[in-house]
């Protein structure tokens, strides 16, 4: 009985639970009354940054602090309807040393203070919610203070050897602003005075732990200087950069440096090379030391016994092409070498105990490069995905008009002999091959992107920038520069892949020359290494001959 009473209780309720809830079958949620945002900007401009939109305010160098408005410009799929929509600001930024979190209830705008002689970044969620629905649109805005030529261009340009000045192009927003005389532009040191004048090669890092830039300039009297790229403030004077001079010696007048890794990543080694032949070694700074000045091997070469025509770093070496000697001569950074990674530590500090010395290889590949000039050296490294004990030295014989290519395979435990100064026993096997076709001379603008295949380079022949293919000898033209103007420089953004940067290592920057006008090109090149043709060339005109670019950027950034 109690059993039956109990199944009527159970199907009792579950005609009442039925009863208040009729399927009626037709299911409407009408979507086009969801008013959706389609586009959107901002002003002042925005510009895609790494983790969103970004808005930069210029720092003026005054004391005074402004109230600046950011305008959020949506566009919507009903805009009759745009009256409905709520804008909240969710900002996190720190003002005077305390951490501020708020939220601004405001139509449209969100008004900031930019102290203009200070730091401060906002960093907000934008909401933008439609009352009708509840339905929300996020997007990630920072709103910063910007010192000048933060991820810039530097352009080295001039007429005369003493007459240089340090150009910038700089893009904020979307639109680039060219800046002929940078120092001029931001000093507000009165003890510098157009320390530029004679400046003849720029180079770049990045400080990974401080994630501080710095821009290493050298000059024509052979001194040198660091300065902060953005706001070119300087850092370090030629007495931290250079080591003395011994009375008596020859200036030490740069020519080219050369690295595997601008970003710091940890093999933030370089070498720097003199126009007579002579090199310096450095280790994490632009702080440069005469290498092997405390080793007791005997066959170690003094600077007088070679002169280095060109040069590339490997994984355990810094390889040379020797003229004076005809062979190739290297110095290892391994072993017992240190080198202080810090700039409190004195210049006495370092040890340069690894000798130069002979490469020893083979005499036969020796003899096949008698007569011929070094042209540009280069190896495979890619942001550590490979190991760099690939090296290739391009050779020019006059006699022929051809070029000649030297491929250096760096042997298995190359660190190890290296430590040992085993110096009787090659670290390398060599051989030679052909480049067909190719006829490219000493001072001829060429570059390789670690990025690339080892078989592929780029070179400039007049107004015309070529892909070189090492293993079919095919030429194909990535570049075709306007009328008048010939190709002076060809230099990467970067040629680190660093996680942090982008595709960097993609953008190539080209310094044309037009009689006693200069000009920038810049173009994008595809994994492949064809020309990226939805990359809309930039041109940028104005300046003097182009002697050197280069690009400096914050740690984390990237272009795409």
Request: charged share 20%; with cysteine.
């Amino acid at each position: 009985m109690m059993k039956n009473i109990f199944s009527g209780l159970i199907l009792l309720s579950a005609i009442t639970l039925g009863s208040c809830y009729e399927d009626k079958g037709n299911y409407s949620y009408h979507f086009e009354d969801i008013n959706s945002v389609d586009t959107l900007s901002f002003t002042p401009e925005a510009y895609s940054g790494l983790n969103g939109w970004m808005i930069d305010y210029m720092k003026t160098g005054e004391a005074d602090t402004t109230t600046e408005r950011v305008t959020v410009n949506p566009t919507f799929s009903a805009p009759d309807k745009a009256n409905e929509m709520e804008y909240f600001w969710y900002r996190s930024y720190t003002w005077n040393g305390k951490n501020v979190r708020d939220t601004l209830y405001t139509p449209g705008y969100m008004d900031v203070l930019i102290p203009q002689n200070g730091e401060v970044t906002y960093s907000v969620i934008l909401e933008i919610r439609d009352r009708a629905t509840d339905i929300s649109y996020f997007t990630r805005l920072d709103v910063r203070t910007r010192e000048w030529y933060t991820n810039s261009l530097f352009v080295l340009h001039g007429n005369s050897v003493n007459n240089m000045r340090l150009g910038n192009v700089e893009t904020v927003g979307n639109e680039p602003n060219i800046t002929l005389d940078a120092f001029e532009k931001a000093n507000t040191d009165p003890n510098l005075h157009e320390p530029f004048k004679n400046a003849r090669v720029l180079s770049y890092r990045m400080d990974a732990m401080s994630r501080e830039a710095e821009l290493a300039v050298f000059k024509t009297d052979g001194t040198a200087e660091v300065y902060n790229p953005f706001g070119l403030k300087r850092k370090y004077d030629n007495y931290f950069v250079m080591p003395p001079t011994e009375a008596g010696s020859n200036l030490f007048i740069a020519k080219t440096l050369i690295n595997l890794c601008p970003s710091g990543n940890g093999y933030d080694f370089r070498a720097l090379i003199s126009n007579d032949g002579r090199f310096y070694t450095s280790r994490s700074l632009f702080r440069f030391y005469v290498p092997g000045t405390t080793t007791e091997n005997t066959s170690h070469l003094m600077p007088d016994q070679y002169r280095i025509g060109t040069g590339v770093m490997s994984y355990s070496y810094y390889v040379f092409w020797d003229e004076k000697g005809k062979r190739f001569i290297h110095n290892t950074f391994s072993g017992t070498n240190f080198i202080p990674p810090f700039d409190t530590a004195n210049r006495e500090d370092a040890v340069l105990s690894t000798p130069v010395l002979d490469s020893q290889v083979d005499p036969d590949v020796l003899a096949s490069l008698q007569g011929m000039q070094p042209v540009y050296a280069y190896v495979n490294n890619f942001g550590g995905f490979q190991q760099a004990n690939d090296v290739r030295f391009i050779f020019y014989d006059p006699a022929h008009q051809r070029n000649l290519m030297c491929r250096l395979k760096e042997n298995e435990g190359g660190k190890t002999r290296a430590a040992g100064n085993e110096e009787n026993q090659s670290p390398f096997t060599a051989d030679t091959i052909s480049l067909p076709g190719l006829a490219i001379e000493p001072g001829t603008p060429i570059v390789y992107n670690a990025s690339l295949s080892l078989d592929f380079f780029f070179y400039a022949d007049g107004s015309t920038v070529y892909r070189y293919n090492v293993s079919n000898g095919d030429k194909s033209i990535i570049y075709e520069a306007p009328a008048g103007y010939e190709v002076s420089v060809l230099k990467f953004k970067q040629n680190d892949d660093y996680y942090y940067w982008g595709n960097l290592y993609r953008y190539l920057n080209i310094g044309l020359n037009r009689g006693s006008e200069g000009a920038v090109a810049e173009i994008k090149i595809t994994s492949a290494g064809d020309r990226d043709e939805k990359f809309e060339e930039q041109f940028y005109e104005g300046f003097d001959n182009i002697v050197d670019l280069q690009f400096c950027n914050e740690l984390q950034y990237q272009i795409d």
